[in-house]
């Protein structure tokens, strides 16, 4: 089976986010089947980007083809990332031809965050008698209406609303993330039936074959281990949406308390504010974001992991995201901060759900996990291992994708 896969932002484990689109497309050449990504050639998710000089090239990275389309570089969500998406689109639909060309494809699947990619995706599929897959990502129209402030009428807004209810419509299978989405789309136009549910995952080897962390953190987990202190941390982007405000602000509190420390690894737009909140406290810690392989080990050198979000409409349609699974592989306690549509921490007993906004429920969680014995905190993290590794293997997934888009 020939697999065509657009994906504004695809990324590769290389590259940085986002790295779906690699790891399913990986998993479905394992399985014998053909597969090419399209994506552009700027995403403000990369660390890395691809190299080109052409409007369209062709490569293959680590066994997996990609076809990357010229556009322009952009900072944030203002007028140069729509620059950005409609540059996007218009080389989709001038080489429209030639994709086919070099993949005639047997499924589409319309990936790309935003859903204006259906109307290229849907004209190939038509061209080449394929199966045509919206997958969701995220909700837009509603993500840019209730994250950015955007107006129901807005000119951007009625044309991000047009594609998805044109998604809707003529989609023979629509694939969510998401796991509360299906009446969204059935009042959008789509047929129940078509829905189905594939969240993200992980990849089982980056486990098994974990790669040592670098030294500045090595060094700084293994001192504070040593002064027997019990280490509360957060991985990941430090933007408003992570709720780290309320994660401070706990901290803090703790300062009397010499046995905490609390750690922020990553880097993000609120880093530095975040800083200059958390002042000369010497329970708290910043420290730069790791590659991806050393994830593992560094997940596991923190003994209770804190995962929060900012209180939104959008998440009662579910959560599904890449760092609560890898939170689960480490076979850690967690504090989710989070109210969504489902709750994967409650769900396992993996660690302990609170309020998203409540310092005194997160630290009530941090007593209550720290009362458990050894035995009880192996137990309470082993079922989130055990929960990822049957629900959320990309191996998994990529089998389930395949079977619905054969069905």
């Not at 690699?22 to 050449?29: G, K, S």
Request: proline share 5%; with cysteine.
């Amino acid at each position: 089976m020939n697999i065509l896969l657009i994906n504004h932002y695809a990324g590769s484990p290389e590259m940085g986010m986002e790295f779906r689109p690699y790891y399913m497309a990986r998993e479905w050449i394992s399985a014998g089947h053909n597969v090419l990504i399209i994506g552009a050639s700027f995403s403000h998710l990369r660390q890395i980007q691809p190299q080109i000089t052409e409007s369209i090239i062709f490569e293959e990275i680590e066994g997996v083809n990609y076809c990357w389309l010229k556009t322009p570089e952009y900072l944030g969500n203002g007028f140069g990332r729509v620059k950005n998406i409609l540059s996007f689109l218009r080389k989709f639909r001038k080489n429209r031809a030639q994709i086919i060309e070099k993949l005639r494809p047997d499924v589409v699947i319309a990936s790309s965050t935003y859903p204006m990619d259906i109307y290229n995706s849907h004209k190939i599929a038509k061209k080449t008698g394929a199966k045509l897959v919206f997958e969701v990502h995220d909700l837009w129209p509603l993500s840019p209406m209730l994250l950015g402030g955007m107006k129901k009428y807005h000119p951007f807004i009625l044309w991000v609303q047009k594609a998805e209810n044109y998604a809707a419509r003529n989609s023979n299978k629509i694939v969510s993330l998401l796991p509360c989405t299906k009446e969204h789309f059935v009042s959008k136009g789509a047929n129940g039936n078509n829905w189905r549910y594939i969240p993200n995952g992980i990849i089982r080897g980056d486990w098994e074959n974990p790669v040592p962390l670098n030294a500045e953190h090595s060094i700084f987990f293994e001192k504070t281990k040593s002064q027997g202190k019990t280490i509360i941390g957060y991985v990941g982007g430090h933007a408003l949406s992570n709720a780290l405000d309320i994660f401070l602000e706990t901290a803090i509190d703790f300062g009397e308390n010499k046995n905490f420390v609390f750690v922020l690894v990553g880097n993000g737009a609120e880093k530095e504010r975040l800083k200059q909140k958390a002042g000369k406290a010497d329970n708290i810690f910043f420290l730069n974001s790791v590659p991806k392989n050393q994830i593992p080990e560094l997940l596991k050198s923190i003994d209770i992991l804190y995962l929060g979000a900012a209180p939104s409409p959008l998440y009662k349609y579910g959560i599904s995201m890449n760092k609560l699974y890898e939170y689960m592989m480490s076979g850690k306690p967690i504090i989710q901060a989070i109210e969504a549509g489902n709750n994967p921490v409650a769900e396992c007993g993996c660690g302990i759900s609170v309020k998203p906004d409540s310092k005194e429920e997160i630290s009530v969680a941090i007593h209550k996990i720290t009362g458990l014995t050894e035995e009880e905190k192996i137990m309470m993290g082993q079922k989130g291992k055990e929960y990822v590794l049957k629900n959320h293997d990309y191996s998994i997934l990529a089998e389930k994708f395949l079977k619905i888009i054969q069905e």
